[in-house]
């Protein structure tokens, strides 16, 4: 891994928004305002065809495949026995990796939903492996699946892992209206105008750090979804990609990244996000 530009990760997803509307968009002043113009984005990132619901598209992200999964079940009916996914190759790498969990208490395991807590979008607990089995007292799980609320001390302190997996709840991805103003995007907008400037300033990001902001899949067909860069590395003011992507090129990018392999499923064959970049990995 030596010479790498990035070093380190940061993925949010967001929630079931063609990229049309999300773009131009009123209700994401921030998105549109503050980061698209300063970010690289894609105008051509879909979900893999025909993919859906949510859960077989996190799988994607993982692993670059949804394991024949096309339904949102639990991690106790869909868990997988694999160890070929990313977060497995990261740790037999000793690239350390964690995932921040908006809504969940961090004493277990999070294999069930709570709250606005979806384990649906959380792709690492269908992963026996993660889990010890699919139990909730599985230590490595503890350890390495933790409360969105405990990133921002982790940033201050300069301890983030490599690779960082941040999943909002239900009421900040875009998934819920959970206001009386019954508006999702705008909800998950002002979620983002308090996440993301803690990222930028930390010491992780100005040194070497990607931030990544996409969406999951698409609100009607396949897409195109959002999905934006922010890094010192990136091309930035605003650029536009137009290549076709996918779930498997965010996979690739990842694995190009870290310089783990072999790699995963569909990304094998996929582009991976580095038009986005003046430098890259």
Same mark, same amino acid.
């Given at each position: 891994? $030596? *010479?790498?530009?990035?070093?380190?990760?940061?993925?949010?997803?967001?929630e079931n928004h063609d990229w049309s509307t999300i773009r131009g968009n009123p209700s994401a002043p921030y998105i549109n305002g503050t980061l698209l113009p300063m970010a690289s984005h894609a105008e051509q990132y879909y979900n893999p065809p025909k993919i859906h619901p949510s859960e077989p598209n996190y799988l994607?992200?993982?692993? *670059?495949? /949804?394991?024949?999964?096309?339904?949102?079940?639990?991690?106790? !009916?869909?868990?997988?026995?694999?160890?070929?996914?990313?977060?497995?190759?990261?740790?037999?790498?000793?690239? #350390?990796?964690?995932?921040?969990?908006?809504g969940i208490a961090g004493n277990s395991c999070?294999?069930?939903? @709570?709250?606005?807590?979806?384990?649906?979008?959380?792709?690492?607990?269908?992963? &026996?492996?993660?889990?010890?089995?699919?139990? !909730?007292? *599985?230590?490595?799980?503890?350890?390495?699946? #933790?409360?969105y609320s405990e990133l921002q001390a982790d940033l201050t302190a300069d301890d983030v892992a490599g690779y960082n997996f941040?999943?909002?709840?239900?009421?900040? &991805?875009m998934h819920d209206a959970c206001t009386d103003e019954g508006d999702a995007v705008k909800q998950a907008d002002t979620w983002l105008s308090s996440l993301v400037p803690s990222i930028l300033a930390s010491a992780a990001y100005r040194r070497? *750090? !990607?931030?990544?902001?996409?969406?999951?899949?698409?609100? @009607?067909? &396949?897409?195109?979804?959002?999905?934006?860069?922010?890094?010192?590395?990136?091309?930035? /003011?605003?650029?536009?990609?137009?290549?076709?992507? @996918?779930h498997s090129s965010t996979l690739r990018t990842m694995q190009d990244i870290f310089g783990?392999?072999?790699?995963?499923?569909?990304? $094998?064959?996929?582009? &991976?996000? #580095?038009?986005?970049?003046?430098?890259?990995?």
């Open positions: 891994m $030596a *010479g790498r530009h990035i070093d380190t990760v940061f993925l949010v997803v967001m994607w992200l993982e692993a *670059g495949t /949804n394991f024949g999964i096309l339904d949102d079940g639990s991690p106790t !009916a869909n868990h997988l026995g694999t160890r070929e996914h990313l977060v497995s190759l990261l740790e037999a790498a000793s690239v #350390r990796w964690k995932a921040y969990e908006e999070p294999v069930a939903d @709570t709250g606005e807590y979806a384990a649906r979008h959380n792709p690492f607990v269908f992963f &026996d492996d993660v889990t010890g089995g699919g139990t !909730a007292s *599985g230590a490595y799980c503890i350890a390495h699946v #933790r409360p941040i999943t909002p709840n239900l009421c900040h &991805d070497g *750090g !990607a931030l990544f902001i996409t969406w999951d899949e698409a609100e @009607t067909g &396949d897409g195109p979804i959002g999905m934006i860069v922010l890094s010192p590395r990136a091309k930035g /003011n605003g650029y536009a990609g137009t290549i076709h992507y @996918t783990v392999a072999p790699m995963l499923g569909d990304a $094998a064959s996929a582009s &991976d996000l #580095r038009d986005l970049f003046d430098v890259f990995p």
